[in-house]
Nanobody, 125 residues
Framework: QVRLVESGGGLVQAGSSLRLSCAAS????????MGWFRQAPGKEREFVAL????????YYADSVKGRFTISRDNAKNTVYLQMNSLKPEDTAVYYC??????????????????WGQGTQVTVSS
């Protein structure tokens, strides 16, 4: 069973960049597809990005495409989310998620078995 711990959140101004990290332990990291989700106050948790086991495939929500980049380092058991050109509407708690399978409905939070505790990202205008 894999344990996930996010870091790297913070308070930034619009137009700035942040890099989130998610460190995994307790499992064979390369066996898991890794995703990032976010949840703003009063809203449902929404898909942000996904990366396949070796990083060969990536998927993004339309709202972040071209601004965010997901990557992974299997030697370090870590997945990253590089966020550029941040906007106030990116403000949310960001969660990383893991699953052994890349499922058809990968953009649904319910498809993932493992979750981190989240890291807050706040973008001021």
């Amino acid at each position: 069973q894999v344990r996930l711990v996010e870091s790297g959140g913070g308070l930034v101004q619009a137009g700035s960049s942040l890099r989130l990290s998610c460190a995994a332990s307790g499992g064979t990291f390369s066996r898991y597809v890794m995703g990032w989700f976010r949840q703003a106050p009063g809203k449902e948790r929404e898909f942000v990005a996904l990366i396949s086991w070796t990083g060969g495939s990536t998927y993004y929500a339309d709202s972040v495409k071209g601004r965010f980049t997901i990557s992974r380092d299997n030697a370090k058991n870590t997945v990253y989310l590089q966020m550029n050109s941040l906007k106030p509407e990116d403000t949310a708690v960001y969660y990383c998620a893991a699953d052994l399978k890349l499922k058809s409905f990968y953009y649904y939070a319910r498809e993932y078995d493992y979750w981190g505790q989240g890291t807050q990202v706040t973008v001021s205008s």
